[in-house]
């Protein structure tokens, strides 16, 4: 592991949470991807290898350590905001930016459906909302696990372990449809 060398532009950190080993990749202008836990940890990294060809493992900043303990906290089940969290969106389309802004507002123990997404879009095509969060570079960060079917089903996820995965990242929050307080709100 390397102490961010000035050479190289993309960096990544795997770190420990209670769903598995997590990836988080930056650059100077701020995360650039998000990696779910893979079967194994080399399995992870091998993904992140493969989604930021030459990108290099690296001891994270202190801004970066915030950012892995917000998200280690939230996997948790702790009330964390991650909404605030630099992205550096290079390379993601304006409707897919557009998108992830609407994710991004969804609190934690809280669910939009694809249709209310595309509707706060002014919008009429749910679909296009599921496929742009399937593209989601920022899992976690853009909660794309938020956004469900309108048929009370959880809609895809792309992630490794698919629905499973969703249904266990919104089970920690506590996520519901309704609008009464969560645990949540009660200690923000």
């Known amino acids: 592991m390397q102490d961010h060398p000035s050479n190289h532009a993309a960096f990544y950190t795997l ?21 779910l836990p893979e079967d194994d940890v080399s399995r ?16 994270a900043s202190p801004t970066i350590q915030g950012i892995i303990a917000d998200v280690t906290a939230l996997l948790h089940g702790e009330a964390r905001d991650l909404s605030d ?8 389309s304006d409707f897919d930016r557009r998108v992830y802004e609407v994710a991004r507002s969804i609190p934690p ?50 992630a490794n372990g698919g629905a499973t995965t969703k249904r266990r990242l919104l089970a920690i929050e506590g996520a519901r449809r309704d609008e009464s307080p969560t645990l949540f709100d009660l200690i923000s």
């Open 109 to 158: 123990g809280r669910v939009l459906t694809y249709g209310e997404v595309a509707s706060r879009l002014g919008i009429d095509n749910a679909r296009a909302i599921g496929q742009s969060l399937g593209r989601n570079p920022f899992a976690i960060i853009v909660p794309c696990h938020r956004v469900v079917a309108a048929d009370g089903k959880l809609g895809g996820f792309s």
């Open 85 to 92: 969290v630099q992205l550096d969106m290079d390379g993601v």
């Open 44 to 59: 992870t990294r091998g993904r992140i290898a493969k989604r930021f060809p030459g990108i290099c493992e690296a001891v």
């Open 15 to 35: 770190f420990e949470t209670p769903i598995g080993f997590c990836g988080l990749a930056w650059n100077e202008r701020g995360v650039i991807g998000f990696q």
